[in-house]
C-alpha cells in the first residue's frame, strides 16, 4: 500500500495467502504480478456488475488483458500510451511515491508492456489529458452503439432482421 492509498477506494488490499487462496478457487477472472505485487479482478466483482447492467472499466496490466481478451469476447481493449519515456519518467518522479529504483523497474516494464499494444483495438495517446478523457469518452459511446449491442438491448421492443 502506498502512502495515500485506502483500502477498498484504490484496491481490496488481501493478505498474500488470501489472495493465494482465491486464485486457487478461480475466484479471479484476471490476475498478474506486475511491477513487484500481486492485482486481480475478482469474478464476484464483474457478475455483480453484469447483474445490474453496468459497464465495466478496468485499469490493468497487459498479461490480465490478455486472459480477459480469451474468455470475454464483448471485451473491448484500450491501450493508453505515454507521449514518450522521457515524459514518462517525468511524470513518475513528480508522483513523488515511488523509490528511483521502483521508477526504473516501472519504466522498464513499461517498455515490454508497449510491445503488446498492437493486439489491442484502440490505443490513446495520454500526452494532453483533457485531450486523452475525451478520447477514452469517445471510445465507451461508440462502443455502446455497436450494432450487436444496441440489438440485443432491443430486442424485446422491436423485431430485427438476423
Ligand atoms: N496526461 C497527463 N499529464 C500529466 N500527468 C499525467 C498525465 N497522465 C498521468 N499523469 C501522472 O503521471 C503519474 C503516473 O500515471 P499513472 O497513474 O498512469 O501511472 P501508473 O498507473 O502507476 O503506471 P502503470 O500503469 O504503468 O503502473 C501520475 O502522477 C499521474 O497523475
Ligand atoms: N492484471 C491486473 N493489473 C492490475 C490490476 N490492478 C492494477 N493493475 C495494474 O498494475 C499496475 C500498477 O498499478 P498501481 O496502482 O500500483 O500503480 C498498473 O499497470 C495497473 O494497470 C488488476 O486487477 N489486474
Redesign the pocket.
Known amino acids: 500500500m502506498r502512502p495515500g492509498e485506502k483500502d477498498g477506494v484504490d484496491y481490496h488490499f488481501v493478505s498474500a495467502g488470501a489472495f493465494e487462496k482465491m486464485v486457487a478457487e478461480g475466484a479471479f477472472a484476471e490476475w498478474a504480478e ?2 513487484g505485487n500481486r492485482y486481480g479482478t475478482a469474478l464476484a466483482t464483474l457478475e455483480e456488475a453484469r447483474a445490474a447492467g453496468q459497464d465495466v472499466l478496468l ?1 490493468i ?1 497487459c498479461q490480465g488483458a490478455a486472459q480477459l481478451k480469451k474468455n470475454y469476447r464483448q471485451g473491448v481493449f484500450v491501450f ?1 500510451l ?1 507521449p514518450d519515456f522521457q515524459e ?1 519518467r517525468r ?2 518522479v ?2 513523488n ?1 515511488d523509490s528511483a529504483e521502483v521508477i526504473e523497474r ?1 519504466i522498464a ?2 517498455r515490454g ?1 508497449i510491445r503488446e499494444a498492437a493486439w489491442y483495438d484502440y490505443i490513446v495517446v ?4 483533457e485531450q ?1 478523457l475525451a478520447e477514452l469518452k469517445s471510445i465507451v459511446l461508440a462502443e455502446g452503439c455497436r450494432s450487436g449491442r444496441v440489438l440485443d438491448g432491443l430486442k424485446d421492443v422491436f423485431e430485427f432482421g438476423a
Open positions: 506486475v511491477h485499469d496490466d493508453i505515454p514518462l511524470r513518475l513528480g508522483r511515491t516501472r516494464n513499461a508492456e495520454n500526452d494532453d489529458f486523452a
